[in-house]
């Protein structure tokens, strides 16, 4: 295995075990609502090694933290994915910008376009997994899924924007270190 696949995988592992901590220590529970910095390795995992290691970190890291905070259930898989969806929009604009020979996180205005599109994605997926998962362990009520829906969507915009402020910056320093520019 080269070299740098090693460190990609070392990388994505260290970025994935940075979510648990940021997504459950990290964080304010208003509500409803729950405002974390667990999207922050995400959104750098994407900007810094592209869709696939942000998709990896996501999913491991989220599994993580669904094990304990609620251990395995039915629907634990599903809960996977909406972080996953984060990741891979995020990821793929790094993989547009790449083509036009620029690096996402040197235009800022889109960059932070591009994460808030990502976390109104996945808060449309979380809803969408919250009422599959209302419905299948029946408790769905219309005010308990679809309630706070338009307050998580913008407190998501705004969280989006704040990481985006954060990882700008922090994917800057990191590629001027030796070890992560190589990749």
Request: some cysteine; glycine content about 6%.
């Amino acid at each position: 295995m080269p070299k740098t696949n090693v460190k990609r995988m070392c990388y994505t592992a260290l970025l994935a075990a940075m979510y648990v901590p940021l997504s459950l220590y990290v964080a304010v529970q208003v509500g409803n609502v729950r405002i974390s910095f667990g999207s922050l390795p995400v959104v750098v995992a994407a900007l810094l090694l592209g869709p696939l290691d942000a998709v990896v970190a996501a999913l491991v890291g989220e599994f993580f933290k669904q094990l304990l905070t609620y251990g395995v259930t039915y629907t634990t898989a599903l809960y996977l994915l909406p972080p996953a969806v984060r990741g891979a929009v995020i990821g793929a604009a790094v993989l547009l910008a790449r083509r036009q020979g620029e690096r996402l996180e040197e235009r800022r205005a889109v960059c932070c376009a591009v994460c808030v599109t990502a976390a109104i994605c996945t808060t449309v997926g979380n809803t969408l997994v919250n009422w599959l998962d209302s419905v299948l362990l029946n408790y769905y009520t219309p005010a308990l899924i679809f309630g706070d829906l338009i307050w998580r969507l913008i407190v998501g915009m705004i969280n989006a924007v704040v990481m985006a402020s954060i990882a700008i910056p922090l994917v800057k320093r990191l590629r001027r270190w030796s070890a992560v520019s190589s990749l």
